[in-house]
């Protein structure tokens, strides 16, 4: 092995991972398999699953050695878990180190900057928090659900007034397409405004906008009429094939409606189209419902798993502290 390559892996293994390191820099030496790869990553979910932080670094560390210098989506989702993996056994300053790698590597994904943010909103670093959080909706552009993502992480850290202020922001978003209107639908309904979200989901709906339907059926049981959230609903399940974000909201309500088998049916139908921007609902909801329906063995299991993709949501890290008592 040259001199070059061994300064690279000695890097690589250390606090301050780059993700430029993770790319380019071992080509001189050849790249190992995908397989060994792949089984690297593994272990390292593996550990994380089992709570194993330390293992499961040193195996993300292991997987990147192997990337050689192909850059794809897998390299930076090992990235990604390892950054989980170091904030979950309280390396902040490690977990930051991979988020400013992601973040100066890909100036187009928004990600990372929502997910470092959320690191800095939960450490009390307010100020940083907001820098990145406007820094993510700059890169991902007319993303409501991002909007209200952040604004409902900056509520739940008594920042009340800032959480608005993004929704505000949304609300200005120039726009008349069926999306612009699904969306700031979606906005009204989480401030509590039915009357103005169901004129705006109805305008969506006129649009034949994806999901349209599933949100004014929301709002329509928010506001108290569930005779038209139930009709709406069977509508649309008869004539429209569920989107991932549209069964995450089928589950929601199922489970308000005390179904939680049906629940869970919608959840893992959910998951199994593997689109990132419900997975998190549909895995969060996943876990509700195997709690509501006994199964703690399995929630423990898939709580696990949740944390080592979104190690930053709080309310579930209260969560495994319950279920790790059942």
Do not use: H, W
């Not at 199994?272 to 929630?299: H, N, P, R, W």
């Not at 798993?305 to 709080?314: R, S, V």
């Amino acid at each position: 092995m040259c001199k070059e390559c061994k300064n690279v892996i000695k890097r690589l293994a250390g606090a301050t991972l780059g993700l430029t390191l993770c790319l380019g820099l071992l080509s001189a030496c050849g790249s190992k398999t995908t397989q060994q790869m792949e089984e690297k990553k593994e272990a390292g979910i593996t550990a994380m699953q089992s709570a194993d932080y330390k293992t499961a670094v040193e195996s993300f560390d292991a997987a990147l050695q192997l990337s050689g210098a192909k850059v794809d989506a897998n390299v930076v989702d090992i990235c990604f878990y390892k950054a989980a993996a170091e904030y979950a056994q309280g390396n902040l300053k490690e977990a930051i180190a991979v988020y400013d790698s992601i973040v100066d590597y890909d100036e187009t994904d928004y990600r990372p900057c929502f997910l470092r943010g959320s690191v800095y909103l939960n450490e009390g670093e307010k100020e940083k928090a907001i820098k990145d959080y406007e820094e993510a909706v700059k890169r991902a552009g007319s993303n409501y659900e991002l909007y209200i993502l952040i604004s409902q992480n900056l509520k739940a850290s008594g920042m009340e007034d800032e959480g608005d202020n993004f929704l505000d922001e949304a609300l200005a978003l120039e726009g008349k397409s069926g999306e612009d209107y699904l969306g700031k639908g979606r906005i009204y309904l989480e401030q509590g405004d039915y009357k103005q979200a169901i004129e705006y989901l109805q305008t969506a709906v006129e649009k034949k906008t994806s999901d349209a339907k599933v949100y004014l059926a929301e709002t329509y049981e928010a506001s108290g009429d569930s005779d038209s959230a139930s009709k709406l609903l069977a509508e649309y399940v008869k004539e429209e094939k569920p989107s991932a974000e549209a069964l995450a909201l089928l589950g929601n309500m199922e489970i308000k409606a005390g179904n939680y088998d049906k629940a869970l049916e919608y959840y893992q139908e959910g998951i199994k189209k593997e689109d990132d921007t419900a997975m998190q609902d549909l895995l969060k909801g996943e876990i509700v419902a195997l709690e509501y329906t006994g199964d703690f063995s399995s929630a423990k299991e898939k709580m696990t798993e949740y944390l080592a993709k979104y190690p930053t949501d709080q309310a579930a890290l209260r969560e495994q502290t319950f279920l790790q008592t059942r």
